[in-house]
């Protein structure tokens, strides 16, 4: 199965705002929502954005989701230390009758 | 709190089966659709099954369709993963993860530890 597009690295200094793209396509990102997953090294993936757009409770406001046609993207203000983890989009695919991921961006804060 | 407790990993020969299990506490289990979704070392997250409250929905990965089954008893809080004629790039870290915001969402907000299977001989 194909995966959603994600830059394989980011990086950023501290107080930063930082980028991270998700492509898809029509079957996708197209016509579903997107989800952000943040992997600190070591413990299992967290949702920080869902819905596109949307927070958990718990979630600080320096992340944010959005999404325009079959693209979406995943920013993070006031960059800190502890942001330094992988980023993975998802978004329910169609064809797959089923999630599909992105090949995941490594952050690194300088 | 919600605590997904996953089990059944382990070092396999290749061609062999595993069955993994999950135990769900902390929420209504049989209101929510489950997943298992796999990360191989040093990859990235790959889905490899779903199945919603009922049993009445599921779906498979194109790498594991006809070689894995997924089930629940809802009465036992429990998700199965019964893995056949397992293969190398089996290996993964195997995570329990449940839905968010609704069947469709792609959207998980608790996922367990992982177990860890590896298929070698």
């Known amino acids: 199965q194909s995966v959603l597009t994600q830059p394989p690295s980011a990086s950023g200094t501290p107080g930063q705002t930082v980028t991270i793209s998700c492509s898809g396509s029509?079957?996708?990102?197209?016509?579903?929502?997107v989800n952000w997953y943040q992997q600190l090294p070591e413990t299992a993936p967290k949702l920080l954005i869902y819905?596109?757009?949307q927070r958990p409770s718990g979630v600080p406001d320096r992340f944010s989701g959005s999404k325009s046609g079959t693209s979406a993207s995943l920013a993070i203000s006031g960059l800190q230390s502890e942001d330094e983890a992988d980023y993975y989009c998802a978004a329910w695919d169609d064809n797959l009758n089923g999630p599909l991921f992105g090949g995941g961006t490594r952050l690194t804060v300088l | 709190e919600v605590q997904l407790v996953e089990s059944g990993g382990g070092l396999v020969q290749p061609g062999r089966s595993l069955r993994l299990s999950c135990v769900a506490s902390?929420?209504?289990?049989?209101?929510?659709?489950m997943h298992w979704v796999r990360q191989a070392p040093g990859k990235g997250l790959e889905w490899v099954s779903s199945?919603?409250?009922?049993?009445?929905?599921?779906g498979y990965g194109d790498s594991v369709k006809g070689r894995f089954t997924i089930s629940r008893d809802n009465a036992k809080n429990s998700l199965y993963l019964q893995m056949n004629s397992l293969r190398a790039e089996d290996t993964a870290l195997y995570y329990c993860?449940?839905?968010?915001?609704?069947?469709?969402?792609?959207?998980?907000?608790?996922w367990g530890q992982g177990t860890l299977v590896i298929v070698s001989s």
């Open positions: 199945i919603n409250w009922n049993s009445g929905n599921i």
């Open positions: 029509s079957s996708n990102i197209g016509s579903k929502t």
């Open positions: 902390g929420f209504s289990f049989d209101d929510y659709g």
């Open positions: 993860v449940k839905t968010y915001s609704g069947w469709s969402s792609a959207s998980f907000d608790s």
């Open positions: 819905n596109s757009a």
